[in-house]
């Protein structure tokens, strides 16, 4: 079964080699294969941007110690996609900036495994974790602007999905800003319609931080 | 909201709010009936008098077990599925070929050459549907489906076209929730090889190549590839990699 391993800056130094492999991953995809406008090619054939900080957390999926999936959450009390790039697809709703609302970006399946059903089921247990990852952490919702493609999907997984503003055009794709809900139906909702493990794919490892700043938890999870 | 149902949409705030309303009033229902009587209202007021939430068939297939909310005209309705003009209507080959919402207008067909899709639109005005617009579906197992709405005569602003846009996925979604049974995508045909091949065949990969990957003979690669293609009863590679896509044996 697929690991998702939260890795934060807290502990960042146990997953260097998976960072610097997921930033590859990314500029493979996001500039070489979707070639996304505003992003450019980079000499070291890294992929960042400004929102990756110390404050950014990535669920990394890892098959046999290979980075096979993933995705980014960042706070949205400071500077993130919605509100610095794409707020106009915020404008009925407004953009939602809480501590306990996690802005969600770069979901990835490494190209080599999205043959047949395996390319689905990385991605659908990768975005389980997310909620997952939520749910321990106490987060109340996800904001995420995206191809509204993704929107009947979420709706099927029975989520509970606001709209923040119209869908609109950018970059010829039709993009949609949402805020969805972190409950407990939702990570019941993805498991059972994507045919998922009803048990989590989430490992942590090392020091934890919690995502929301002074939270205090105790991880349901050996410290490794 | 209590602007009557035959009241007209002007101002692009009273377009949004309209539509966020509609969202959230379609989140709290329990049952079919209330969801159709509510978007039916909700899209006379932008001069849409039909509108069907369905999904698509596979060339040669049957439209009527595939449709979830039917809110046609009766005629219509009964003359497109007696008739099987879901085979050569414009509109819904053109839902095949795009992810975005589209006017049917801009699903273009030539009356010359194509004179039954001429034909099939020439039915449909008939019935005071001579403008229309889509919302195509695309779901994660290969299902194709479509929000469809028609009207005598419709304007619609760029402003008008996303609430639309918007409203119709989520009409689509509580459509999906409501009706039972639910539509199911067609069986599948292939084996588990057959999709396997044709899936590196898909991304460009050739008999020779797919053969040194998967550590086979490239006769064998072949030997899949026309088992698919006969499965499938298409004329060629390309032919069977797209009905393979198109049917969701295989993914993008």
Redesign the interface.
Known sequence: MLQVHVVTDANRHLYERELDEHHQIRHRIYIEELHWRGLTPRADKREYDQFDTAETVYLLGLEQGRVVGGLRLVPTTGSHLINDVFSRFA???GVPRRSDIAEWTRIFVVPER????T??KIGSTVIASMIDYGLEEGLSGISVVMN??W???F??Y?W?V??L?????HDEE?L?AVLIDVTPEALAGIRSACGLEHRSALVRRGPARPFIPGRHYVPDVAVA | MTVPGNDMIEDMSGV??A??DF?DEI?RMSDQRSLMVRLDSELKRYGFHAWLITGLPNPGGRIDPLMMLNGWPRGWSDLYTRQNLVQNDPVVAHCFRS???FEWTDAPYDAVTNPRAKEVMDRASDFRMNRGFCVP????DGFQAVVTMAGERVELSG?AK??L??MA??A???A??LCAPKPFPPARLLT?RE??VL??AATGKSSWEISQILGVAECTVTAHIKAASAKFDTPNRVATVVAALRRGE???
Do not use: M, N
Request: hydrophobic share 30%; no cysteine.
């Open positions: 404008s009925e709703r999205r043959e047949e059903h390319g689905s509204t493609f929107l009947p999907k709706l099927k029975k509970r606001r709209p503003g119209l869908p609109d055009v039709w949609s | 949004s709010r539509a966020f969202i989140e992810t975005a919402p579906i695309h779901t994660s402003h996303r609430a846009h918007l996925l989520y689509y979604g509580k999906v929730d588990r999709r396997e899936q590196w295989i993914s993008f």
